[in-house]
């Protein structure tokens, strides 16, 4: 039985993954869980406390145990190794957000450069079979040619966010070679999904059509993003565990890095505008809008925002040629579940 960490338990992504390895093992095989999270209140923290009743319906008689707990804190992170001597760890945990970054940044080195730090170097000294970890398609900055591929530089990053998550892969690919440790970093492409991160536009412009607010849509509706369902996130991450990068040698004698870094994206942008219409109209099926709601009283086209980059779009043939797998659930049935999930979930809390 693989023993296994998921940092950022408690989060969008970590508290899907974990649901379905409890319901389904990894490659069958029944795994032993531990959940890390620090439960800020970044955003509500209801929505953390949901996800957690979540995991546990589902990890009733399963091994599994969730600590609350910061990735900065030395301490804990190397206790827990040197106890737990973990199989493979998923570190999901950061500071999320592009524009929050730009306020606080001091937030952004604590956890995503400091804590992965931390991950990194308990990795070191309780060796592990695979280190997994979210980096992000923030990464490819400002480039122009798409779609973004991994062998496209990335060094123009617009906002801190993107650097902390470029640097994790510098950090992973330094200790990859020095150490042994074999690690594969996956950027993310635009995740949503059901009990998502409400500072996402899906959440957040539905939280504000609600209320009656009206919503900025960005670079006068020309931005596109490759959104990514988290459930095709889930599977590539799944798929990815269990398969390590290989540990060889060089020429020299010396280890070449066991590292790799792959996109997962849907690899179909959409642009914003056409974005907010499939939204407005699962909205309103679901019954979270009035079928009489009118929506062009409610958006404006403003400029672009700082940190904020015009398109997305993923090349993902690498993650098809090694693992089988491409992202395959379409933006509208993904809204769709959103809207459901919403409609529910609010109509419970009030």
């Given at each position: 039985?693989?023993?296994?960490?998921?940092?950022?338990s408690?989060?969008?992504?970590?508290?899907?993954?974990?649901?379905?390895?409890?319901?389904?093992?990894?490659?069958?095989?029944?795994?032993?869980?531990?959940?890390?999270?620090?439960?800020?209140?970044?955003?509500?923290?209801?929505?953390?406390?949901?996800?957690?009743?979540?995991?546990?319906?589902?990890?009733?008689?399963?091994?599994?145990?969730?600590?609350?707990?910061?990735?900065?804190?030395?301490?804990?992170?190397?206790?827990?190794?040197?106890?737990?001597?973990?199989?493979i760890v998923?570190?999901?945990?950061?500071?999320?957000?592009?524009?929050?970054?730009?306020?606080?940044?001091?937030?952004?080195?604590?956890?995503?450069?400091?804590?992965?730090?931390?991950?990194?170097?308990?990795?070191?000294?309780?060796?592990?079979?695979?280190?997994?970890?979210?980096?992000?398609?923030?990464?490819?900055?400002?480039?122009?040619?798409?779609p973004?591929?991994t062998?496209?530089?990335?060094d123009?990053?617009?906002?801190l966010?993107?650097?902390?998550?470029?640097s994790?892969?510098?950090?992973?690919?330094?200790?990859?070679?020095?150490?042994?440790?074999?690690?594969?970093?996956?950027?993310?492409?635009?995740?949503?999904?059901?009990?998502?991160?409400?500072?996402?536009?899906?959440?957040?412009?539905?939280?504000?059509?609600?209320?009656?607010?009206?919503?900025?849509?960005?670079?006068?509706?020309?931005?596109?993003?490759?959104?990514?369902?988290?459930?095709?996130?889930?599977?590539?991450?799944?798929?990815?565990?269990?398969?390590?990068?290989?540990?060889?040698?060089?020429?020299?004698?010396?280890p070449?890095?066991?590292?790799?870094?792959?996109?997962?994206?849907?690899?179909?942008?959409?642009?914003?505008?056409?974005?907010?219409?499939?939204?407005?109209?699962?909205?309103?099926?679901?019954?979270?809008?009035?079928?009489?709601?009118?929506?062009?009283?409610?958006?404006?086209?403003?400029?672009?925002?700082?940190?904020?980059?015009?398109?997305?779009?993923?090349?993902?043939?690498?993650l098809?040629?090694?693992?089988?797998?491409?992202?395959?659930?379409?933006?509208?049935?993904?809204?769709?579940r959103?809207?459901?999930?919403?409609?529910?979930?609010?109509?419970?809390?009030?």
């Amino acid at each position: 039985m693989k023993k296994i960490l998921i940092t950022g338990s408690a989060g969008f992504i970590g508290s899907y993954l974990m649901q379905r390895l409890l319901k389904e093992g990894l490659q069958g095989e029944e795994v032993n869980l531990m959940g890390l999270d620090n439960m800020n209140d970044y955003y509500d923290p209801r929505l953390k406390e949901y996800r957690l009743k979540e995991i546990d319906k589902t990890a009733v008689g399963k091994p599994y145990r969730f600590v609350k707990g910061d990735l900065a804190d030395k301490a804990l992170i190397d206790r827990l190794f040197t106890e737990e001597q973990f199989n493979i760890v998923v570190n999901l945990a950061a500071q999320a957000g592009v524009r929050y970054s730009i306020e606080n940044p001091d937030a952004y080195i604590q956890s995503n450069m400091i804590g992965f730090y931390n991950i990194l170097e308990a990795c070191r000294h309780n060796p592990v079979e695979h280190l997994v970890y979210a980096s992000s398609s923030s990464v490819y900055g400002g480039n122009k040619k798409v779609p973004f591929s991994t062998d496209d530089r990335v060094d123009n990053p617009v906002s801190l966010y993107a650097a902390t998550k470029k640097s994790n892969e510098l950090f992973a690919h330094c200790y990859s070679k020095l150490y042994d440790i074999p690690t594969t970093g996956l950027r993310f492409f635009t995740v949503y999904g059901p009990a998502g991160r409400p500072d996402m536009a899906y959440f957040s412009f539905t939280n504000k059509l609600l209320r009656g607010d009206t919503i900025q849509i960005f670079n006068y509706g020309n931005c596109r993003r490759d959104f990514t369902y988290v459930d095709d996130i889930v599977e590539g991450i799944i798929r990815v565990m269990a398969k390590a990068p290989n540990r060889q040698k060089g020429d020299d004698g010396l280890p070449l890095p066991p590292y790799a870094v792959y996109n997962i994206g849907g690899g179909q942008p959409e642009s914003l505008l056409d974005f907010v219409q499939i939204l407005q109209e699962e909205l309103i099926r679901a019954g979270v809008l009035p079928k009489d709601y009118d929506f062009e009283a409610h958006k404006q086209l403003v400029p672009m925002q700082p940190g904020d980059v015009p398109t997305t779009y993923a090349d993902a043939t690498a993650l098809e040629r090694d693992f089988d797998f491409v992202p395959t659930i379409p933006l509208r049935e993904g809204l769709r579940r959103f809207a459901q999930w919403y409609k529910h979930f609010y109509t419970a809390q009030n």
